[in-house]
C-alpha cells in the first residue's frame, strides 16, 4: 500500500474535475484522480454546445435563460443555484476562449451560437439562439481545452486509478480517499483536507444509452455507501434522438440547426404537440411524443423508431456545423443524412440526480443542508439542483464550468480552517477485503450477467414513461440482483489492469443507484419533466414540489424530502 | 453471424511472450469490434483486457490492429472484416496486457511541444475575436483524441524512439496556426529539431489511420513550410 497526502483530492477529470482543479492550481496542492485518462472523460462526448445569454446573434438575457431553466425542469429546480448558474455563464464561456476554446465564429468573429431545445427569447415566445458551439464538438473542445489548461498549470493527475472508498474519520469529516492503481493492483491512501466528487453520471444503469462504459455512477455509489443521500435519481433524462439500437447521441444542435422529427407518415409530428417550440420543445416532451407516436403505431415499419430528417438543410451546413453526427449516421447506421432521414429513439441520457450540494459544492446530509465537512461534489455526479426534473440541453456543460469553479472556490475558502485530520487506523481495509473477496472467489454469480439483466429491465421499465406494476417488477429484479451480487466473482485473479475486477466494482455501484432510482420512481405518484408516470399523468404541486432524498439504510432504502428553493418563478402549467 | 477473432494475448504476470488466441463469437454484421470484444470479455473470458469508454469514436481509449491496420474499435463494423479478424495492440509502445499498451511516452512526447493556448491577456470584456477564416485555418487539427492510431502507424516512430510523432505535430500545428497564440515560434522551434518534422518520410500511414479524418500529413507537412519560408 502506499501513502500519498495533498491538500485537496479532484475524483474525475471530466469538464467538472478540471474546472475545479484548475481553480485550486497553484493555490494548494491537489491531486486528481481519474479511471480514465483525462481525455478519454465523457465530457468529449458532449456535441451541442454550453449556453450563455452572450447575446452575440440575437438579443438575450440572463432572465431568459433563468426563466427557461425553471421551467424546463418543470419547477423543480432550485431558483437561487440557477440564477448563479446563467448569471455566471457569460463569464464562464467567455474565460473558456481565453483559454483557448476554438469556438465556431460569427462573421464578426464573436463566439458563434445556435439555437437549442427549450431555450426561448422573451419568455417563451419563440427560439432563441443561446448554444455557444464549436461545431459539433463543443465538449471535446472544452475537455481539450480543460487538460491542456491543467498541463501548463502543470496540474498533478493519478491517471487510471480508480476511486473505491472515502475515508472518513469519527466525527464525519471527509479526510481523503482510497485508490486502486489499475497499471499494479496497488492500494494507494490518499490523505486530504478536503475531497471533491466529479465522476460523472451513471447512464450505463440503462441498455439503450449516450454514456459511456466509464459512465457507471462511482462518485454517487461510494458517497452512498458511506451514509450521504441521493438526491432525485428518479429523474432521468431521455434524450429524443438517440441512434435506433445504440443509444449513440445525435445532438439536439441538428434540431437547433433546422432538422425534423418525421413518423411513418412523413409528418412533421412535434408541431401537433408544441405549436410554439415545435422540434425545439424541451427533451422530456419530444422523448415523450416520439413515445406516443411510436404506440400509437406511426413508428417507421410499426417499428420502435422514428426519423430525424436533415435532408433539406444545405449539405454545406451539415458538414460545417454537424460533421461528427453525420458521420456517426453514415458508420454505425449507414445511412446518408444528406439524403435519408436517421432512424432514433429515445436513450437514457444525463442523470439529473446525485449527491446534494449546496451552492459552493459543499456536500449535504439532510433537507436541512447540514454540510459534511471535507466533502465536495460537482457536475453530473452532483445535484444543486439547477436542473430540476428535466435538463435543459447546453446547460450541463456550463454547470461543470459554473458549479466546479464554485466547488474549487469554496474548497480555497475552508482551507484555512480544515486539517489533515488523523485518519482512522488502517482506512484502507474494508476496500481490501472487498476486492480479497471479489479476487478469491471461485465460484458464484458472473458480473456481466447481472449487469445486463438490470439493464434490461431499467430500460424496459423505467424509461420514458412508467407505471406502478413496471416499475415494482424492475425494483425485485434489482434486489434480487443485488443478492446474487453478493457473491459475484471475477475470472481474472490478476494485479495487471484488472478490468474484469474494475467492472465488478462499479456494478455494485450501479445496482445501488438503480434500486434508489426505482423506489424514487416508485414513490413518486405524479408526473414531472422527465418522469412521467402513466398512472399519474399530472404534475401534482402539493404533495411533489419536493426533492427525494435516499438514504442507505442496512440492505434497504429510506426516504425523505427536501424543499424546492422558489424566488422568482411561480410554478405554472408547462406548454411549448 | 459467426466470427473468428484471432487476438493476441499476453498476461505480465503469468506470460513470457505474447501468443494468439482464437475466439468464436455470434454478432449482428453491424456490430462494432468493440462489441465483439466485449462478447469475449463478458461471456467467455473476462481476463481479456482492453481500453474502451466512450464507444462510438470519441474518446480514443480503443485505439488497435484490426487486420493490420490501425483503427478505433468502436468505429470498424464486422461486417467489414470477413470471417476471421486478426487483432493486436498498437505498435512500437510497450504492452501492458493484451490489447492494452503503455501511454505514457506518447503523452510525454505530446506534452513536449507545448500544447496549450499561449497568448497575450485577453480584453477585460468579452472574447477575443478571431474570423471564420481565421478559426478555418486550425480547425482540422482541433479534431485529434490523442488515440495514438497516427503515431503508432509510423514507420518512423517504429525505427527511432525519440520523434515526437505525428499525433504531438498535429497538436503542434493546432497553436501555431491559431492567430489567438503568440508561441508559434518556440514550437516550430521544438519541431526544427532532430526529433520534429523533419523525420517525417511522407508515408501517409498517419493519415491513413486517423479516426477523425485529420489529414495529418498535410498538417505536418504545414509546419514543415512554416519552417522554411515562416509563413504561419
Ligand atoms: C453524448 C453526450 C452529449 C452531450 N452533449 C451535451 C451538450 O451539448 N451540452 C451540454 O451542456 N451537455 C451535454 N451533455 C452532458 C454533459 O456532457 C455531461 O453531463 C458532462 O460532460 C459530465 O461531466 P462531468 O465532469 O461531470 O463527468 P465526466 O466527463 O463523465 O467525467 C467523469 C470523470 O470521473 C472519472 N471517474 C469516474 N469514476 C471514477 C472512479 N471510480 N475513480 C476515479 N475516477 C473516476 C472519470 O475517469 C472521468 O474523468 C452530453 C452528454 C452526452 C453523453
Redesign the pocket.
Known sequence: MAFHRYDVVV???????LSAALELAGEATVAV????Y?TR???G??????AASLGNVEEDHWEWHLYDTIKGGDYLVDQDAAEILVKDAIDAVVGLEHMGLPFSRTPEGKIAQRRFGGHTRNFGEGPVMRACYSADR??HMILTTLYQNSVKNKVTFFDE???LDLIFTEDGTCSGVVAYELKTGELHVIHAKAVIL????AGRVFKIT??AM??TG??MGVAFRNGVPLMDLEFMQFHPTGLARLGI?V?EAARGEGGIVRNSTGEAFAARYAPTMKDLAPRDMMSRFIHQEIKEGRGIDGKDYVLLDLTHLSSETIAEKLPDISDFARVYLGVEPTEEGIPIQPTA??TMGGIPTNNDGQVIRDGEGTVVPGLYAA???ACVSIHGANRL??????E?LVFGRRAGKQVMRDLDSLEFATLPKSPETASVERIDALRGRTSGHRAPEIRAKMQESMTENLSVSREEAGIVETLGVIQQLKRDYSDVTVDDKGSVYNIDLMEALELEHMLNIAEVMCQGALDRQESRGAHYRADFAKRDDVNWLRHTMAYKQGQGLSMAYKPVTITRFEPKERTY | MEVTLRIKRFNPETDKKAHFEEYVVDVDPRDRVLDALNQVKWYQDGTLTYRRSCGHGICGSDAMRINGRNRLACKVLMQDLGKRVTLEPLMGFRIEKDLLVDMDVFFDKYKSVKPYLIADNPPAHGERLQSPEERHIFDDTTKCILCAACTTSCPVTWMSEDFVGPAAIVNAHRFIFDSRDTAGIERLQILNKGTGVWRCRTVFNCTDACPRDIKVTEAIEQVKRALIFGDQ
Open positions: 475524483v474525475g477529470a471530466g469538464g467538472a474535475g484522480i481519474t479511471k480514465l483525462p472523460s465523457h465530457t462526448a458532449a456535441q451541442g454546445g454550453v463543443t465538449g486509478y480508480h476511486l466529479a465522476t460523472g453520471g449516450s454514456n466509464a459512465s462511482d462518485g447521441l445532438s441520457h444525463f457536475g453530473e455526479c440541453g447546453t446547460n450541463s456543460l456550463l461543470l
